[in-house]
């Protein structure tokens, strides 16, 4: 109820607390799937562990900075270990989870649609959409990587769209406590304030990024082999086989295995390279008819974009596709909701609009395996109550 409210009253102040409550529920009622290799496992199974061994807060510190993980990403080993200290219940960690994720995440949405200034049909709809499932609420599934990456796009838009840029450029900068690869987009972030805004070079470099995009490894390898030898020992870390494997194995690989992951991927790769080639190709023949705004975000696109292409040349590094992914279809709704009677961007649309619908529906399907009947039907009192660790694709396939 709170999600259909929310989104009824999406352009009204009732909006953000709505929807961010049903994150919070979403988070309360999130399936952890011990079957499966999920990292939602092990943040829990880590959960329960702290609770088991009643950590003390003399030993906090060795557990917050030992290991691999809790030496700079300080957001999930804090939450974890202040949690278990009142109780064991996982669903309770994935509750907060939810809610802080959901906080930013319904933010980035709600400025993005408070800045539309036509009603949304059903092709904004669509790009709404897209937009929205590029990061959706189950990525708490991962939560390190996909907070963060909810922050960082909160504080870009605050600085861009807002134009409050000491408070934007903080919280770009706070999302590298939540994920310590995230220097890489606030290195870019920082970049850019100081670099050229040449709009054909911009294209120029994310054509090419592109196109670099789709080598394989095996060529990646091939061409590393004129580097120095220190060079080639530390990328080839990211390239061998046992590390691509392993990536494959958890769903972050950017060559997926079922042929619907690889529809979905690329249908989606080629959908944000097309709409930003259709934006360049009008600025060349109507630049001063399009507004300063767009021109300011199809730049930061076409840069963004750019790097994170480079960076899908490696594994995880297509992770950040997610970055260059969702400024993108921010300009691009920007573009859509303003120049409405632009003929052929709306034949086009119409025409790919089932292509959309087929991401969308993909991205719904991976979102099945972190969603039980309690997120449905159920409410907060029997979350709490009963666990329900049964994701519903597998209650849909018990009934086929």
Not at 341 to 365: G, T
Request: charge should be neutral.
């Amino acid at each position: 109820m709170t999600l259909y409210l929310g989104i009824k009253y999406i352009r009204t102040p009732l909006a953000f607390p709505l929807l961010s409550l049903f994150c919070l529920f979403f988070g309360l009622t999130f399936v952890i799937n011990y079957e499966s290799n999920a990292d939602s496992v092990r943040y829990a199974q880590e959960f329960i562990s702290l609770n088991e061994k009643n950590t003390s807060l003399a030993s906090a510190g060795e557990y917050l900075f030992e290991g691999e993980e809790g030496k700079v990403d300080l957001y999930q080993p804090l939450i974890t270990l202040f949690l278990s200290y009142f109780t064991n219940n996982p669903n309770i960690l994935f509750a907060v989870f939810g809610l802080i994720f959901g906080i930013f995440h319904v933010k980035n949405i709600l400025m993005v649609v408070n800045e539309i200034p036509v009603k949304i049909g059903f092709i904004l709809t669509l790009l709404l959409l897209t937009y929205i499932l590029i990061n959706p609420i189950w990525s708490i599934n991962g939560v390190r990587m996909w907070t963060a990456a909810q922050v960082f796009i909160f504080g870009f838009l605050t600085f861009y769209l807002k134009g409050e840029r000491i408070k934007g450029a903080i919280w770009c900068a706070l999302s590298i406590f939540i994920h310590f690869s995230f220097l890489f987009p606030i290195t870019l972030f920082f970049i850019y304030l100081f670099i050229p805004r040449r709009m054909t070079a911009l294209f120029a470099f994310f054509i090419i990024s592109f196109f670099v995009s789709q080598l394989n490894l095996d060529l990646v390898k091939q061409y590393m082999s004129v580097l120095p030898g220190l060079f080639q020992e530390k990328i080839m870390v990211y390239t061998q086989e046992a590390v691509v494997e392993r990536f494959m194995e958890e769903g972050e690989s950017p060559i997926p295995l079922s042929w619907h992951v690889i529809l979905a991927n690329n249908l989606l790769r080629y959908f944000i390279a097309a709409i930003l080639i259709f934006m360049y190709v009008r600025y060349i023949y109507f630049r001063d008819q399009i507004s300063p705004k767009i021109l300011t975000f199809l730049g930061l696109s076409l840069f963004f974009s750019a790097f994170a292409n480079l960076s899908a040349l490696i594994p995880s590094g297509s992770r950040f596709l997610i970055i260059g992914d969702s400024i993108a279809m921010v300009t691009f709704i920007f573009y859509a909701a303003t120049y409405t009677e632009d003929k052929w961007m709306n034949y086009a649309l119409k025409v790919i609009s089932p292509a959309l619908l087929f991401v969308i529906i993909f991205k719904f399907r991976v979102g099945f395996d972190f969603i039980g009947l309690s997120t449905v039907f159920g409410n907060p009192i029997l979350a709490l109550i009963f666990d329900d660790n049964l994701p519903i694709i597998e209650f849909v396939k018990s009934i086929l």
